[in-house]
């Protein structure tokens, strides 16, 4: 388990204010359209809008969408109870759209989580670390058809509850919390199941997706090196 500023922005909110009405959805499969994702958001409540967003030139699916609610009560209900809901076979991430650009730009107290038992879901992934503080996203990166990678990310509110997990698993004392999520994500022994050139070929395009149209490409670069750095001491 290890640090990582780069990874992205997914998952379940733990506060019970309402920032807005609007949700991201991410993790879709390509044929995933407007419709699927309606029909099962709409038990929720009332839904103004929902958009996949598209390629420009080929009009492809970019694997994510926008549901727009009527109020955020119903926005809320969504987030708690249909994230991880499996589309078309595969679980979709779920987190508040962040209308802030100060927030959007935020990489900070993300970890990277690897040797994750292959029955670990997003729900799990979430339940543990959410020990250690408020979680505004998390992942557990997943094949078309649902099947687990046994890695995945999570992201803290805080960069000091980030630090709290990172301490607790280095703690030997501290580290039975973790069982649930697989005795090699336990074991230091283990041998990763990612390589570091696997690492930087998933974690290098989000992040640039995520910063390039924010920052000039020299400095998501060397930002991007700054975490990785960081990312590959703290590996277990």
């Known amino acids: 388990m290890s640090a990582d500023q780069s990874a992205p922005a997914t998952t379940p909110a733990t506060s019970t204010s309402y920032p807005n009405s609007s949700l991201y959805v991410g993790d879709l499969r390509s044929d995933v359209g407007e419709s699927d994702i309606y029909d099962a958001f ?5 839904i103004l809008s929902v958009r996949v967003c598209r390629d420009v030139k080929d009009q492809r699916s970019l694997g994510y969408a926008y549901v727009n609610y009527q109020n955020p009560e119903n926005a809320q ?8 809901k499996p589309l078309k076979g595969k679980p979709c991430r779920i987190m508040w759209s962040c209308r802030d650009p100060s927030q ?19 729900i799990q ?29 999570v992201q803290f509110s805080k960069v ?73 001491l703290l590996l277990s």
Do not use: W
């Open 104 to 122: 959007r730009k935020r990489n900070e107290g993300n970890v990277f989580v690897k040797n994750l038992d292959k029955t670990v879901t997003l």
């Open 77 to 84: 209900k969504a987030l708690d109870t249909l994230n991880g």
């Open 125 to 153: 992934l979430n339940d543990v670390f959410s020990h250690f503080g408020a979680i505004s996203s998390c992942k557990v990166q997943t094949k078309d058809d649902g099947t687990s990678l046994c890695y995945g990310f």
């Open 42 to 46: 709409k038990e929720c409540g009332n």
């Open 160 to 232: 000091e509850d980030c630090n709290k997990a990172l301490e607790a698993y280095n703690n030997e004392k501290e580290k039975e919390q973790f069982k649930s999520l697989g005795e090699k994500f336990v074991s230091r022994s283990s041998s990763p199941n990612i390589s570091v050139p696997t690492m930087l070929m998933i974690l290098l395009p989000m992040y640039m997706s995520r910063t390039l149209a924010r920052s000039s490409p020299l400095k998501t670069l060397k930002n991007f090196s700054l975490n990785l750095v960081r990312s590959l």
